[in-house]
């Protein structure tokens, strides 16, 4: 059966599209080469991108700084209405969108949806904060003296994106840092560009309809080396928000930190769920099972381990194979099934591996991890989840592999032996305990409990709302983004001091006279 591409026309997308657009804009090298980008659903061609040069870089960044100039005059409830009716421009465009993102990335139809509606989300929020860029004002030590401070914007703001979410994180950023005063240039992966060019068709018209200069939000596909490098090293992007692994994220920190730049680093995870002796199987199950193997196990919020108590131990496996065994593998736009392919063959043999190590190591796999052969499954890309027993110690299972693999690690005693064995791994972003005894949530919530950026109780590790900040400690990068006071990363503050009085008195009462 053929999928219906009716989407692609919606979206304005065909066959080759080019590589920048700073608005309305579009333009790029004819001779760099080019991203033909293949659905992992079908293994059809998609489309094609080219790839940007490093002149028409010079060229879009020209175009920003000149965007810039106009933006930040603009008051910030007026950029909170272009915000707005992006927005409303998405809401329009949600269901093709969804579906584009869901046949080129390979997450379900429902999750495709989802991440429309985070971006919308997030635009609703941005509105909002375009009237509430706060600073505070203080009290002067020195007579007819006033001390306040102010946020400003940063300027040109770099964000670089990752397959797994194409366009969500791109608009946690940019509506941002557009409320803030900011413009942004994005490098969406490689492995999703089309969805980003999407989101540029989609975006134009509200950019036309308000005459906004170009330059204020802008996209650049590109190789790493030749625009990913040259982003991170350019000294007119302040700030550079990157989301992608703990290698990628170690490389962008050394160069921004090394011209002194700021960055925002969103790297991977190691997600853990505690499920203590008091846990509520019943409200556990779903969050387990969506947190393992929900987007095919590619969210950075993914559950990777499962840290059970040994009274239950055995009950839970039963039920997770039980669960596992119902689990309808096949297109992610057949809203009937749970889970999609993986995003390509590369992260098929990724999973395959960890599999192989896991059992080296001593694991027992106790469900699934075959690649999926027949009809519906040509792409190569589908996989069956997999739960493997394992230990903490184990070098795989410290490690974040981007595929469907749940590891099952057993605890006894009180839920700190548990909360020691989430917080015994490198990375640090999302964690959650299932119990309904409140002395061991407090003490998963306490400052010497869960480590991470994300600590739900009774929730899964997976499907973060947009209004908290989100992020994570350790190898995951400390960066926070999205909503709470995460704006503050995208400006910069200024103290002021203003004297309204006829003499001129020293701080800390020093006498210098002349
Ligand atoms: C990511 O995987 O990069 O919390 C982001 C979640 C989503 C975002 C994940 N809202 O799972």
Redesign the pocket.
Known sequence: EKTSLDFLKQLNIGDVSQAVCTGQEWYGSQDNGQYDSYSPVDGKKIGSVRKASKADYEKLITTAEHGFDHWRRLPAPKRGEIVRQIGNKLREYKDPLGKLVAYEMGKSLQEGLGEVQ?MIDICDFAVGLSRQLHGLTMHSERPNHRMYEQWHPVGLVGIIS?F??PV??WSWNSMIAAVCGDVSIWKPSEKAPLSAVACFNVMQEVLKENQLPEGIFSLIVGDVPEIGETMISDRRLPLISA?GSTRMGKRVGEVVGGRLGRSIL?LGGNNAIILTENADLKLAAPGIVFGAVGTCGQ???STRRLIIHESIYDKVKDMLVKAYSGLKIGSPLDESNHVGPLIDTDAVKAMQDAIQAAEKNGGTKVFGGDVLEGDGYESGCYVMPAIIEASNEMEIVQEETFAPILYLLKYSGSVNNAIALQNGVKQGLSSSVFTTDMRESEQFLAAWGSDCGIANVNIGT???EIGGA?GGEKDTGGGRESGSDSWKAYMRRQTNTINFGSELPLAQGIKFDI
């Open positions: 985070e990752a797994n979410f969500a994180v989301t969103e969210r950075c919020t997976s499907g973060a989100f």
